[in-house]
């Protein structure tokens, strides 16, 4: 195959796989009266913001519940992942390899047991219905995640730096401060970013820690949406859209990164 | 008797770098909040997991704090429960069809994109989208798609002449219908890891296949395929824990139903614990989901030796 052929075939590809996100932009265009014909409008000529409109206003305040929790799930993860794996690729810690293996171990927990479990807990905590029990439950996926990412990272820092530091006299506070953090500013953006993607699709967690009375994450909103009212695909469909931007946000300006975090724990070299 | 054994090399290897005492402590200090926040969100919750089985906790343990023990009444309800086969059943048809798929469909694309042309790292950074998508939505734009009066799949089928397909009404249709679904989501994973395990592979070896007159299939077969191994047993390991544990796709697209046909051992612990309120029940399912996982968790992680190998140095 020559080389144009080929960029052809790719081009089909793409357009093939990715037909069902332009489907969805299509729908969340359309006048939900439209969408309900037999034969389906394949562009929306004429289009309808409505479907945004009411997306914004219905889960507009869902929107930005994930915001905060996804922002709060990379705070948390990044807190208390980057010191330890500090610790564990950088200082000589008794137990070191056990708490890898651990970390590595605790990733195929199934999430549902965690519901499970989390749920009493939480029932007992008065951690329900709050943003703290889901930054919290959350991080149970990304804390392992970050900190492995980070510490095969941090492993490759070369001691001599961290060393000199000592040498001239900063304390390891000051060490990881000064020396580790700004080092591992790559591989803290993809644990950031994979951290905010997990937190912000999360489905499980948000559907079984919270009620539905103080405020519900965007997930939870779109699968209510859709099993409350399946009439309106228009709305589902631009709520889906907003939900999917900063998916799409990171593949455009951080897909080294994303690359980089899917890669992670699956090619070593 | 370890301790003595270990002993003599951790006090002879530093001889370099005096440890100090304040040295392992502080190291400690480093690593106790990530300790802490494993033993009270992992520990605790997997401890708890384990005792719930065991009782029968219902929604007034909750107000009561009472929860008798029954022993291994929950396990025996469950295995004795005729849904338990199906969801069983329905979890490893939902894996492998998934998997398989996956991991074919994946490698073809990785094979494809392989080979450098113009736009190549554009179209394949596209294809990472899906895989980007929160999975409510990738659920939400299937379900759409699966409508059976206004999808777009039976609109194409009505336009080619054949019989809408009744998609996710039919109990034959629904688990196809969330296996496609869910193979749509896992290519690009499969994609991203394939094609980095095969720019790993030297061109070199292509090149002496070529002169030696070795068709495009015998290179493939004879070069990449053996080449390929270590990744293509840590892709299909990766691919069978995250699968097995599938809830968010499930429950948009057909929430486990028509009549349990799509009901996996995931949706069916959820449904136990948080529709029918048997938290021993859905506790009870959740561990032998567990036991699966650790299962293939294991032989991932002897086929990923050599990871772990570097990581324990």
Known sequence: MTGRLKTAAGVLIVVVLLFPLYWMINASFQPSGALLKPDPDWFPVGGTLDGYRKALSTQGPNLLSSVFIALGTVVFSLAVAMPASYALAQLKVRGGPVIVFVMLIVQMIPGIVMANSLYTVFSNLGLLDSYLGLVLADSTATIPFAALLLRAFMISIPRELTEASRVDGAGYWRTFFSIIVPVSRNAMVTAGLFSFLFAWADFLFAVTLTTGQTFQPITVGIYRFVGNQSADWNGIMATAVLASIPAAILLVVAQRYVVAGMTSGAVKD | ?313
């Open chain 2, 1 to 313: 008797m370890t301790l003595t054994a270990a002993r003599p090399s951790v006090t002879r290897r530093p001889a370099a770098r005096k440890p100090r005492a304040s040295d392992r402590f502080v190291a400690v200090a480093f690593l106790l909040p990530a300790i802490v926040y494993v033993v009270v969100f992992f520990g605790y919750p997997l401890v708890a997991n384990l005792v719930m089985s065991t009782q029968n906790y219902t929604v007034r343990s909750f107000y009561t704090g009472e929860a008798p023990f029954v022993g291994f009444d929950n396990y025996s309800a469950v295995l004795n429960n005729p849904l338990f086969s199906t969801a069983a059943l329905n979890t490893a048809l939902f894996t492998v069809g998934s998997i398989v798929f996956q991991f074919a469909i994946g490698l073809a694309l990785a094979t494809f994109f392989n080979g450098r042309f113009l736009g190549s790292t554009l179209l394949r950074s596209l294809l990472l989208l899906p895989w980007l998508l929160p999975l409510v939505v990738s659920g939400a734009v299937w379900r759409w798609m699966f409508d059976t009066d206004h999808g777009v799949l039976n609109a194409a089928l009505r336009a080619v002449g054949v019989d809408p397909v009744p998609w996710l009404t039919s109990t034959s249709w629904a688990l196809p219908a969330v296996i496609l679904t869910n193979i749509w989501i896992g290519i690009p994973f499969n994609l991203v890891i394939l094609h980095g395990g095969l720019r790993a592979i030297p061109a070199s070896l292509y090149e002496a296949a070529e002169l030696d007159g070795a068709s495009a299939w015998q290179r493939f077969r004879h070069v990449t395929w053996p080449l390929l191994r270590p990744v293509t047993g840590i892709v299909l390991m990766l691919g069978l824990v995250y699968t097995i544990k599938v809830f968010d796709v499930i429950m948009v697209v057909t929430g486990g139903g028509p009549a349990n046909a799509t009901q996996t051992l995931t949706t069916w612990s959820y449904r136990l614990s948080f529709h029918d309120f048997a938290f021993g029940q859905g506790a009870a399912v959740g561990n032998i989901l567990i036991v699966v996982a650790t299962v293939f968790g294991f032989v991932y992680l002897r086929s990923a030796k050599a990871t772990l190998a570097e990581t324990a140095s």
